[in-house]
């Protein structure tokens, strides 16, 4: 399974421990940046983390930066249901229930070893599908009645 991986300068030293993590465990990682300590701005990771799961570049992503800013940027992309989780039970639940596709979390805001935790319950939680596809499918139908929004 390929994991695209994004993050601000917030969130450098976590991205990097993350990949670590689930390269041991298998996970074929794809780091779209940014590598650097520079300040730098969380939408241009938070879209290349977006667009490489939709477009099928990567299975699933995760992204980082301090808080929640970068969630807001995958959100964005079309078919992207990224959710910002704390603890393991949202993520868990997020997968389950709302089939969530990337995975965020701030790194000012959790530990390494809390992100660790929490990973694992996301990718080891499946979709159940079921009764959760009517909400799953009125939420992406939001995403196509906007497109032309401002
Ligand atoms: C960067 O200073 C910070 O604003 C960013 O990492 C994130 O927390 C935004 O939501």
């Known amino acids: 399974m390929k994991i695209a991986i994004g993050n601000d300068h917030t969130a450098l030293e976590m ?6 993590f689930l390269e041991e465990k298998g996970y074929e990682v794809i780091d779209y940046g940014t590598n ?28 980082i930066c301090g808080t929640v800013g970068i969630s807001l940027a995958c959100n964005k992309v079309k078919g992207i249901r990224c959710c910002v989780c704390s603890e393991p039970y949202t993520a868990k639940l997020s997968r389950m229930h709302n089939d969530s596709n990337v ?8 530990g390494v070893e809390m992100a660790k935790m929490i990973t694992e319950e996301w990718l080891n939680a499946e979709y159940e599908g079921g009764r959760h596809q009517r909400r799953v499918d009125q939420v992406m139908d939001i995403e196509r009645r906007n ?4």
């Open 103 to 110: 995975l965020a979390f701030g790194a000012r805001v959790i």
């Open 15 to 20: 991205k990097n421990e993350m990949k670590k």
């Open 147 to 150: 497109q032309n929004a401002l």
């Open 36 to 63: 650097s300590t520079e300040s730098c701005d969380y939408p241009v990771y938070g879209e290349k983390v977006g667009n490489a799961v939709a477009n099928g570049e990567a299975d699933l992503g995760l992204a």
